[in-house]
């Protein structure tokens, strides 16, 4: 596998309202124990469309990653202006991932037109890339049921690797384990 796309939850489907969540850290990290393995193993380029929550984070993580591996991350929002709406602090961290990706490009030009625009996008992300890398709980699956209904329709033998709220809790328990404090 060369090319990974990631996506998962927006970040008020996990009641995450500031970027200064303690949880987010712990989802980062899942993240980043999935990729590190993939990276391992060969992974060259990470493809997101850089929607605000698991995408901006697991930009994050493959920007921290860059020091150690030779790996490029690219973003391919479903068209300009994706951040309209969003938060401000939301806003500046896109426009910071729109300079510092290796490659980004809207897939169509011009503002928002209709949801074709999102269908558009899944379907190219997963045309693009080798597999995906989904965190989704599939009894809560929120606005990951779109792309993931699309993945189960359309891409039969597309490797779909998720990150469970389970995969997060061991994430969680590794680093208690690893604080020198908790075996006090």
Known sequence: ???????????MELNIFKEDDSRIQFIKASIEKRVREFLEEGLEWVIISGQMGVELWAADVVMELKEEYPVQLGVFPPFENQDGRWPDA???????????AD???????????GPYQFRTKDMWLIDKSDA?????????????????????????????????????????????????????
């Open 132 to 184: 995906c890398l989904l965190l989704m709980d599939e009894e809560f699956p929120g606005s990951t049921k779109y792309f993931y209904d699309t993945l189960q329709k359309t891409a039969k033998d597309y490797p779909v690797f998720t990150i469970t709220p389970q995969d997060i809790d061991d994430v969680v328990e590794d680093l208690r384990m690893q604080d020198p404090h908790y075996w006090d």
């Open 103 to 113: 490659f980004f490009k809207p897939i169509y030009k011009g503002d928002y037109q």
């Open 1 to 11: 596998m060369k090319i990974l796309m990631v996506t998962g939850y927006k970040p």
């Open 90 to 100: 939301l806003k500046e961290k896109y426009e910071e991932l729109t300079m510092t």
